[in-house]
C-alpha cells in the first residue's frame, strides 16, 4: 500500500519559494538534506527554516544565496556564517513558542523534511530523538517527506507519526549523528561542584549539553531521588537512572519519567532510550510551558551564559551584536524554576574566557542582547563561587558578583562601573 521512493525523487515536491522546514537536533536526516540541496540549480528563494540540526547544512553554502535562504530559531556552528554573509536569519523566540508559529500560520511551511523509525506492526513511526517543534510543523505542512530510518529509536511519549500521515517517505539504514562531550576542564569541574552543592536531594533538574551540564551530572552520585524535566540531555544522565539517582519519583508532572522533547549524544544514549517507558519525549511547548515546569518541587535550572553584568543582566544568545546561539529555553526554565516551590535558577559559566578575558563585565557589550533580564536572575555560578541576587539591591549585586570574577578583573571592573554610575 505504501512504496518508498529514492531521496532525489521525495524532494521534487520543493519548489522555488517554498519555506522547507527541517527536524532538529540530530533527527536532521542528512540523506534528505543533501538530496534537497542537490537542486541548489534549480530551485530559487527556497527558506530553509530550522533550530538547531547536526550535521552538515550544504544549502547554507553562500553560493547558493539565490537558491537558498536560511532561517534559524537557534543558531549551530554550520550554519552561523550564513548571517554576515548574507544568505541567513535568525528569528528570536522562546523554544515554548515554536510551536505556535506554525499553529497560527505566522510561519506558513510547504515542506517538513523528517527523519523516523520503522513503523511498527500498527503502522506507527516514532520521531526519535527529536520532537521539539515537530508535530505543529507536520499538522500544517502541505507535504511531509519522511526518512524512515531502521536505526533511529523508538521514543516513548508523543512522538509517534502513522505511516498514512507521511505524503512521501524515503527508507534508508543511516546511523544518527553522535557527538562526545569533552572531558570537563579543571574550571568547569570546581564550578560543577558548586553547581551540585546547590541541588537538594528529591530536585528536579533542566540542563543542557556540554562539559559543564556534565560536571554537575558526575557530581550527583550520592543525591537521592532526583528527577529530570529538561529540554534536552545527553549521556550523562544515563549512569545517574542506572544508579537510582534520578527516578522521578518526586516529580509534580510527569512523575517517574524522563522528561525531554530532544537529545543527542553517543549511540550508547540512543541505544538506551530506545523503547524505554522511562524515557518520555514531549512537544516543546508542553516540557518548556512554565506552568508545567513550576509544578516539579525544588526544580533546578542549570544553564550557561557568553556574559553577564554587574547588575545580572544574562546575555546568553550573541557576542555584541552577532548573534552566536539563540534564544532557546533559558527564560522558560529561569522562569519555571523560579516560581517552583523551591526551586533554584542557576546561570554558570567560567569568570573568563580562554584568552583572559572577562565574562563578568561592568556593562554588556554594545549590541549584545540580554536573554535573561536582571529581575529574573537568581544564582549566578563562577569556579570563584556562588551569588545569590535575588532580593539584593543593585549595589549589593555588584560587590556579590565582583566576588565570583576572575580577581586579575575585579578591580577594574569596580572602577569602571562606579566612574560610569556616579
Do not use: W
Not at 527554516?49 to 532561517?71: Q, R, T
Not at 511519549?157 to 500521515?165: P, T, V, Y
Not at 524515503?170 to 570546581?190: D, G, K, R, Y
Not at 559559566?349 to 536582571?374: C, D, E, M, W
Request: proline share 4%; charged share 20%; glycine share 8%.
Amino acid at each position: 500500500m505504501y512504496k518508498a521512493v529514492t531521496a532525489e525523487d521525495a524532494v521534487k515536491v520543493i519548489k522555488s519559494g517554498d519555506r522547507v522546514y527541517i527536524q532538529a537536533a540530530a533527527s536532521a536526516s542528512q540523506i534528505l538534506i543533501n538530496a534537497m540541496s542537490a537542486r541548489h540549480e534549480e530551485l530559487r528563494g527556497v527558506e530553509v527554516c530550522h533550530l538547531h540540526i547536526e550535521g552538515d547544512a550544504p544549502y547554507a553554502n553562500p553560493i547558493y544565496k539565490d537558491s537558498f535562504h536560511v532561517n534559524s530559531l537557534f543558531i549551530g556552528k554550520n550554519v552561523r556564517h550564513t548571517l554576515k554573509a548574507g544568505n541567513g536569519s535568525y528569528t528570536p523566540v522562546f523554544l515554548s513558542e515554536v510551536p505556535n508559529l506554525f499553529k497560527k500560520n505566522v510561519l506558513p511551511v510547504d515542506v517538513a523534511l523528517i527523519q523516523v523509525s520503522t513503523p511498527d506492526k500498527h503502522g506507527y513511526c516514532s520521531l526519535g530523538v527529536s520532537v521539539e517543534a515537530i508535530l505543529a510543523v507536520i499538522a500544517n505542512a502541505k507535504h511531509v517527506i519522511a526518512h524512515i530510518n531502521d536505526q533511529m529509536p523508538r521514543v516513548h511519549g508523543e512522538g509517534l507519526i502513522h505511516i498514512s500521515e507521511l505524503d512521501i517517505f524515503v527508507e534508508e539504514s543511516a546511523p544518527l549523528h553522535e557527538f562526545a562531550v569533552s572531558e570537563p576542564t579543571e574550571t568547569e569541574s570546581i564550578i560543577g561542584d558548586h553547581v551540585a552543592g546547590l541541588i537538594e536531594d528529591r530536585s528536579t533538574l533542566q540542563m543542557g549539553i556540554g562539559s559543564i551540564p556534565n560536571a554537575v551530572l558526575s557530581r550527583l552520585g550520592n543525591h537521592k531521588d532526583l528527577g529530570l524535566h529538561t529540554e534536552m540531555f545527553s549521556d550523562g544522565v544515563i549512569d545517574l537512572i542506572l544508579k537510582d539517582v534520578i527516578n522521578g519519583n518526586y516529580k509534580g508532572i510527569n512523575a517517574g519519567r524522563a522528561l525531554t522533547t530532544f537529545l543527542g549524544g553517543s549511540k550508547r544514549l540512543y541505544d538506551y532510550v530506545d523503547d524505554n517507558p522511562f524515557i518520555e519525549m514531549r512537544s516543546c511547548d508542553y516540557t518548556n510551558n512554565v506552568a508545567n515546569i513550576r509544578q516539579n518541587p525544588r526544580m533546578v535550572a542549570i544553564n550557561s551564559a557568553i556574559q553577564v553584568d554587574l547588575t545580572g543582566q544574562v546575555c546568553a544568545d550573541s557576542i555584541g551584536p552577532n548573534i552566536f546561539s539563540g534564544v532557546g529555553g533559558q527564560m522558560d526554565f529561569i522562569r519555571g524554576a523560579s516560581l517552583s516551590e523551591g526551586g533554584k535558577a542557576i546561570i554558570a559559566l567560567p569568570s573568563q574566557t580562554n584568552k583572559g578575558i572577562s565574562r563578568i563585565v561592568p556593562f554588556l557589550n554594545k549590541g549584545a542582547g540580554v536573554v535573561t533580564t536582571r529581575s529574573h536572575v537568581h544564582y549566578i555560578v563562577t569556579e570563584y563561587g556562588v551569588a545569590n541576587l535575588y532580593g539584593k539591591t543593585i549595589d549589593q549585586r555588584v560587590a556579590e558578583l565582583i566576588k565570583i570574577s576572575h580577581p586579575d578583573h575585579r578591580e577594574r571592573m569596580d572602577r569602571e562601573y562606579y566612574e560610569a554610575t556616579s
